[in-house]
Structures are given as C-alpha cells and as structure tokens.
C-alpha cells in the first residue's frame, strides 16, 4: 500500500511538474489585472434575477445568479494575458494589464463599465471635448461582447472614438456596416457566412421546403433575414418564419410556431436563436414528441442549456455549426491552478460591493469542485473566440509599440498610445494562431468558417461529431449522419416533389418550392432546369413529348433489306418471270392466229411496258432523291397505258366485228394495222402529256422538304404525290381504258366453235377497273409509308391480272391445243364473221 501511494504521488507530481513556471505568478484576483497598457473585457458573468418592465431607477436591475458559461469565458482573459505577459518576446518590458466587467447580457448593464472604459485614463471622469484625437481613454481596446444583442447599444459610441470593440460572439452581419459601427471587429464569422453554411447544406439534402425560427433580437432578427434572403437565392422556399419573445413570456408565441411548423409540413427547421429562447422552444417541441431535422445556429448548437434538457433525445437530427476553435492545452490546467489559490486564500467577500469594483464578488468562493464548468464543450470552443481576440490585440500593439524580441521603441507608461492607432494596426493583422492564420477582411470579419456537428444521442447523454466543416464551401462527410428516422435514411423535405426530365414547374400560390410539373409537349423542350415555361423549338427542328432539346428531323424510307421491300422485289421478279415465259410462247408462235388475234406485233410491245412496269417499282425503294420522284408515277401509270391501249385496239375490232358484220371484212385488216397503231400511239399520247404535267405542277423532292412544317422527329420520306389531281388523272386514265375495253366486249357473244377474244378482254379489264377503283378509297386511309406498299401491291397485282386473264388462256391454248391455233379457230377475227346464209330458191310447179 505504502508503495502504491507513493507512485500515485509521483504520477501526479510529474503531472504539476509539467505546468510552466509562470504558473507560479498566478494572482487570485479574477477579473482584474494591472498594467502599462489596459484592455477591457465584458463577459455575461451573471445573469438577470430582476424583471426590468418593474424597473423604476436605473440602477434597479438585479444579476445575482452567476453564470458558469460567462465566468468561464472571462477566466479565459486572465489566463490569456497572463500568458502574454510571460512570453517576453511578443511585449518585452512591458505588461499587459485587463479589467472584465459584466454585461449581464442586458443592454441597460452593459452601458456601466463601457463609460467606465471610456474615462479618461487614471480617472473616473469623462472629458466633453470637440476632439478626442488626443483623449486617452482607460482601455486601448475591449474584448466582447458576448451576443448581438449588447452591440448596437454600445458600438455606435465606442465607434466615436475609434476604440477597438473586437467582439468573441457577436455575429449579426448588421456590424459589418463600417459606417455605422467603425471600430467593430469579431474573431467569429458573420452570420452572413453562417447563412451562407445553412442554404448549402439544405441543397446538399435538396431540402427545399424549410421554416425558419429566431429569437426575437438582434442576433435572430438578423439571422432569420439573412438565411430567408439567401434560400430564395439558393431556390429554397421558407414556408414559415416565426420569432421567439425574449423579454416576454414565449410560451404563447412558441405554442403558434410550432402549429404553423406542422401546418406547413415541413421535415426540416432553421433555428437562429440564442440558447435561452431555443431553450424554451425546445422544452415545447420535446412536450409535443415532434421529430424532425434541426438545423442549430452557432449561439446554441453546443450549449448545454438546450442539449442537457430531458428528453433531447427525441426530437430527431440535430445538425450544428459551430466556430471553428481549436484546443487550449493549458487553459484547464490553469484554471485549476487559480482556483486552488483562491481555495487555499479564501478572500472575504463583499457582497456590498459595486458592480464596477468587484463584478462578482460571489465568484471568489470558487473552488477545484467548480472546475467542471471550464470543462464543458461549449467553454472550451468558445474559449478560442476570446483567446484569439486578445492575442490580435497584443499582436497589434507589438507592432504599434514597435516592438521587437528584446524592446518595445514605445513605452505606454510615458507616452500616449490610442486606440485609434491600435485599430489601424488590428486591420492588418496577419497571425497564425494555434495553427489557425487570422486576418480580418476591410469588415472586421475573419477568414475563417466553421466546423459542423452532429447531436449524438446517448441516453440522456448528447456528445458532439464532427461530420464536415464551411470555410466559403461546406464540405460534409455524409455517411457520418446518423438519420434518426424509420428507415435510417435521408429524410425529405419538399413541398413537391421534383419535377422528371423534360417538365417544367407551374408554381401553385406564391411559393415557388410549391408547384405542379407540366410535361413539354411536342414541339417543345426544356431549355434549363429552372425555366417555368417549355421553349418553342425553331424552324426547322421539332421535339418528342418531354424533350431537353430540339433535333432535326430524321427520315425513314422503304429500304432494299426490309421486308416489304423484299417482299416486293421478290413478286416483281415471279411476275417478271411469268412474261419471260409469255413471251417466249408467244415468240415461238409468231405469226400464227393466235398471236395475230392477240396484236401481232403490239403484243410484244404489251409484254414489254408491263415488264417495263415491274422494273419501275424499284422507284419505290430506297433513299429517295430528286430523279426518281420525278420517274416514279410517270413510270408507274405510263407502261400500264401501253398495254392498255392495245387491249383496247383489241376490243375495237370486237366491236367492229359484232356490231358492224356486213362491213367488218373490209375494214379488219386496216383496224388490226394501222388503227389500232394510231389508237396505241394516240392513247400513249394523251398519257404522256398527263405525265409531263404532273411532272410539270409537281415539286421535286428537294423542294417538297423545303416546304415542309417541320412538325416530327421522324418521318417516313416518300416522294411527294403532288398535284393530286393530276396524280388522279393519269391513274384515271388508265382506268378509263379499261372501262371502254370492258363496255365494248362484256356483251359480246362468242364465235361458235372458235376462240372467245372477248372474254379474255372482259376479264382482265374488270379486274384492272375493280383493283384500281378499290385503290382510291385504300390508299387515303394509309400512313405515307403504305401508300407507297400499297400502290406498289396495286400495281404487281393489276399487272398479274392482265398477264393471268389476257395473256395466260392463249398461253394454255399455245401449250396444252396447239392443234386449235389454225385460221378456222380464230377467223371471224381475222377474216369477220361468216355472211348468212340465203335461203334456198323454190321450185317451179311442173304441170302434169
């Protein structure tokens, strides 16, 4: 045992061993330190057990409850100048004295030690002067305040005399206005960047839909207006913003907060506040067991007022911003050191005393049991604020006093320095502090931002993690997050959810967050993500449904390896066969009857324009171009005419023969030669011309695409069928043919005991008449890509009509009786009918 006691003992005497020796010089007294050059300090001390609407003189304002946060962080003056005074390169010769008051963090305290800073110097009196240029006041500089709250009541008169207010809390960007508060500097961002930080880290989540509390005072005041102005900025719509009374009872306003939060459904709340209202608000919102992710300002996102109330743990996410501070190894150790001296020395208090004599007198009873409270982690960031502020203003007068590491070429004690002069200096203030390089902009803010936490819940138990850090760009480590909802994952805040690709937003009411989506029709496109309207395509270039851009158009047409092409090559080629094989028949059989009844010569002139038609349909396929839309339906209805003609010239000489036998045999010979010629040529003729005017009227196809309404994406390109009426016309043409060969043969009788030519002709013509009629109707109902199958089909299959009902039964005669194929079978079309038979004489009577 004995040995044992003897290690701790050496364990801790090591661990005391380890403090610096200026440890040793360590005075008892708190709040006040003598020196060549004096720097003020104003810290919340204590706290307001008074109600000041009471108030009846001014001095009736009672702060009798010590506050352990503000009394920490003014231990932290002490210490900091204590250390400065040690270091005997950065002021040689020369000590750095401070005087801490309290601010009570009211406006009506805080005036009392700022007029008592502002005396003249060794004095309790103030001069009235026309110029202070010369004045010396009792401080060269004040540190604080805490909050935003104290800085307009203070800042404009400090500003009068130039004195440096270099502030350790204070964040509302309203002090950033040099004209207004010239002598303000802070070593905490302004909430500009803090709002700056909040808008980033809602579009980071596409939180979009928000609401937004402070606390009814400067500090929240202004927050909430920088925040609203910066989210409609950043697309972000606040659905409600409400402000917490802090010198009236919050209750009744916080219960309507909170209604109108849940009326407006939002998943994610922005709270500027500082922590006693955030405090009460939360009291509430852990009463109502409402969730949600709170968004904390830096004025309380690690104070423990808020974090250690009851039942913290169930509000949901907390995500905080705090200053980004970095860690004072000696700080704690010192403070234990002092608070042994002053156990162990135990002043008397004077309870009697003035507030600017002895801010605290209570807090002379502190003992090593109260170290606690300089341990917290709210006391420990803040603690680099105030340490920082009094280190800029010692780096200051090193420079003003012209110091070096051995001497100071001024000496304060026997020459004026102002502190006008130190704020020259303190603006150009460059210093790497603790790792952190700090300078200050032409605003008095620092180039530094903030570092973000998390609420880790555990228990009742809330410690801090940091998940990211803002320094102009927030950078924030995602995964860190531990979402407090059902499924552990981010959760949503939006009044509508976004908008899918090629949709724009029709907002609904006067948010803009609150919108329905509109699909771009055609014709249209979304032309930025933030358009509320769809954008007209230009000329020339068309859009699908829900389109991002606009494109020319693209065009199809009936390519050689599809199947209908396919298809129609292959039909084109077994009809071309089958008058290979007609006219092989009929070439082997020249000049016998039954190819003299059939046209002689015309008939090959017939197999040729119908084979001439097979080939033309080749027109039909592939890319179009402007040579063979000009062929295509000339072509098409040109070679049907010819054959058609002859057939006609045929049914003429069955008409001939039928309707005018007694003088057909003088005539037959010249229809079947030259008139049946001249019908061909005369028929070819007037087709020909009815060819060359729809080539004529008609566009080629370069201009048929000029003139188009660019109205689709894709088209299948045909040739342009234009003038349709000369397109009728020639088809018509050919039908009529037809309808004249029909009504000249459908009556005919056949010859007795011979060929019947008529019923070849009737037949094929009908079937011509009815295919083509049947086309008409058809071909109007069809998309462009099957008028142009269809026709092609049409034309194939009148085509195979004329070859099966005219050519094929004198193919089947030639083939299967070749023995009928004599003059005695056909001659009533080749010679007329036979005359008739007169009646035989009668016999004369003989007389017996």
């Not at 002067?129 to 305040?145: E, F, H, L, Q």
């Not at 805490?146 to 270099?166: A, D, Q, R, T």
């Not at 760009?473 to 995964?479: D, E, G, R």
């Not at 059902?486 to 937003?505: F, L």
Request: aromatic share 10%.
């Amino acid at each position: 045992m004995d040995w044992t006691l003897m290690v701790l003992c050496g364990i801790l005497g090591s661990g005391l061993s380890q403090n610096p020796p200026w440890f040793d010089n360590i005075t008892t007294d708190l709040f006040r330190s003598p020196g060549d050059i004096m720097i003020g300090g104003i810290f919340p001390i204590k706290e307001l057990t008074s109600n000041l609407s009471q108030r009846v003189t001014p001095d009736d304002v009672h702060c009798d409850r010590i506050s352990s946060y503000g009394l920490s962080i003014s231990l932290v003056m002490k210490y900091c100048v204590d250390e400065i005074n040690a270091n005997t390169n950065l002021l040689p010769g020369i000590k750095l004295g401070f005087e801490n008051y309290d601010t009570c963090q009211q406006p009506s305290v805080v005036m009392w030690p700022v007029l008592q800073f502002l005396t003249r110097e060794n004095t309790e009196e103030m001069d009235i002067s026309c110029n202070y240029t010369d004045y010396k006041p009792r401080v060269i500089a004040i540190i604080g305040p805490n909050n935003s709250e104290l800085v307009p009541v203070i800042g404009k008169l400090i500003g009068f005399f130039l004195m440096p207010l270099i502030s350790y809390g204070a964040t509302s960007d309203t002090f950033s206005d040099k004209d207004t508060f010239p002598s303000f500097m802070r070593t905490v961002p302004s909430d500009r960047w803090q709002a700056a930080a909040i808008v980033q880290l809602l579009n980071q989540f596409q939180w979009n839909w928000v609401s937004v509390v402070g606390s009814d005072e400067e500090y929240g005041q202004s927050g909430q207006q920088l925040f609203s102005s910066m989210a409609n900025d950043g697309s972000i719509c606040v659905a409600y913003q409400g402000l917490i009374p802090v010198y009236s009872d919050p209750k009744p306003m916080i219960t309507e907060i909170l209604d109108h939060i849940v009326e407006a459904n939002v998943g994610v709340v922005v709270v500027f506040s500082l922590p006693n209202p955030a405090r009460d608000f939360f009291t509430e919102v852990i009463r109502r067991n409402m969730t949600g992710v709170w968004v904390a300002s830096s004025s309380w996102g690690l104070d423990d007022v808020v974090s250690s109330l009851p039942g913290i743990n169930t509000i949901g996410t907390v995500l905080a911003f705090a200053d980004i501070t970095r860690n004072l190894s000696l700080f704690t150790p010192y403070v234990r050191e002092l608070f042994t001296k002053v156990e162990n020395e135990r002043p008397q208090p004077d309870l009697n005393s003035s507030p600017l004599d002895n801010p605290c007198p209570a807090c002379s009873q502190v003992t090593k049991a109260n170290m606690s409270m300089v341990e917290t982690n709210v006391v420990q960031r803040s603690a680099f604020s105030v340490y920082t502020a009094i280190y800029c203003v010692a780096y200051a007068l090193h420079d003003l006093l012209g110091c070096n590491a051995s001497r100071c070429a001024i000496n304060p004690s026997t020459q004026k320095v102002y502190p006008w002069q130190l704020l020259q200096k303190l603006r150009n203030v460059n210093i790497n502090i603790e790792g952190i390089l700090l300078k200050f902009d032409n605003k008095g803010n620092p180039n530094f931002g903030y570092d973000m936490l998390q609420w880790i819940f555990n228990g009742s138990n809330v410690k801090f993690r940091a998940i990211g850090s803002f320094n102009q760009t927030l950078n924030i480590q995602t995964q860190k997050i531990k979402w407090h909802t059902a499924n552990s994952k981010v959760p949503s805040s939006t009044c509508s959810s976004n908008c899918e690709v090629g949709q724009v937003r029709r907002v609904k009411g006067f948010q803009s967050c609150c919108f329905d989506c509109i699909d771009c029709k055609e014709g249209t496109y979304l032309n930025r993500t933030d358009d509320i309207q769809c954008t007209l395509c230009p000329v020339g270039k068309w859009s699908t449904l829900r389109s991002t851009s606009c494109v020319f158009p693209v065009y199809t047409y009936l390519d050689w390896l599809q199947f209908e092409s396919i298809a129609i090559l292959l039909a084109g080629i077994l009809v071309l066969a089958s008058h290979a094989w007609v006219g092989i028949h009929f070439f082997k059989n020249r000049g016998t009857p039954m190819v003299k009844i059939a046209g002689g010569s015309l008939s090959s002139i017939t197999l040729l324009s119908l084979s001439a038609q097979c080939v033309s349909l080749v027109l039909f396929l592939g890319q179009p171009n402007d040579i063979a839309c000009r062929l295509q339906q000339p072509l098409n209805v040109f070679f049907p005419s010819v054959a058609l003609s002859v057939i006609l010239s045929s049914s003429l000489q069955i008409v001939c023969v039928t309707e005018f036998p007694e003088k057909c045999p003088d005539h037959l010979e010249n229809l079947r030669e030259r008139v049946s010629w001249f019908v061909v040529l005369g028929c070819c003729g007037v087709q020909a011309g009815l060819c060359g005017w729809y080539v004529k009227e008609g566009p080629s196809l370069t201009q048929f695409l000029t003139s188009l309404e660019v109205n689709y994406v894709t088209r299948f390109l045909r040739c342009p069928v234009e003038p349709l009426l000369n397109f009728g016309l020639m088809i018509g043409f050919n039908v009529l043919l037809a309808l004249v060969s029909f009504m000249s043969t459908f009556m005919a009788l056949k010859p007795p005991g011979q060929y019947n030519l008529a019923r070849d002709i009737t037949i094929s013509s009908l079937i011509y008449c009815v295919m083509w009629v049947m086309f008409i109707p058809t071909y109007t109902s069809l998309n462009d890509k099957y008028k142009s199958v269809a026709q092609a089909v049409v034309s194939l299959g009148s085509n195979v009509g004329l070859i099966l009902t005219y050519f094929y039964p004198k193919c089947q005669l030639l083939v299967k009786q070749p023995e009928l194929n004599t003059d005695d079978h056909f001659r009533t079309f080749l010679e007329g009918p036979p005359p008739p038979e007169e009646p035989p004489e009668a016999q004369p009577e003989q007389n017996h």
